[in-house]
């Protein structure tokens, strides 16, 4: 007796890889200057165009460096980058700033990334 599976499968896929279709990680520039102005009052007198511009530089080097391992773990891997971008700022004289303010910010730039998630239109 033989055993047949019928599968329907899509008559497509469509893939992004570079945000030509969906707009959703394109320029987080964007982003962490949005998500910083928001928390201002909380690290304050530290401009939010600073600490924001501190996070994304510490973000492109942890990313440029991570395992793919990372990739599976991107709320973790956002608390860390944060946490590093407050321990530069501190670094370099800053104030402190803690840990849980950055685990905060870290949450809500994911928050922000899937609310700002659009289809591009006419694709």
Known sequence: MAVTATTHLPRAML????????SAYGRPEIAWNTIAR????????LPPE???????AYARN????AEPAWRLKLAEARHLTVKGGFAALAAAG?????????????DRFTAYREEEMFIFPGV
């Open 15 to 22: 893939i992004d890889m570079d945000d030509t279709i969906l």
């Open 38 to 45: 928001e928390f201002a009052d909380e690290f304050a007198p």
């Open 94 to 106: 800053h104030k402190p700033l803690p840990d849980d303010l950055a685990i905060r910010i870290a």
């Open 50 to 56: 600073q600490v924001a511009a501190t996070v994304l």
């Open 62 to 65: 942890f990313w440029a460096n």
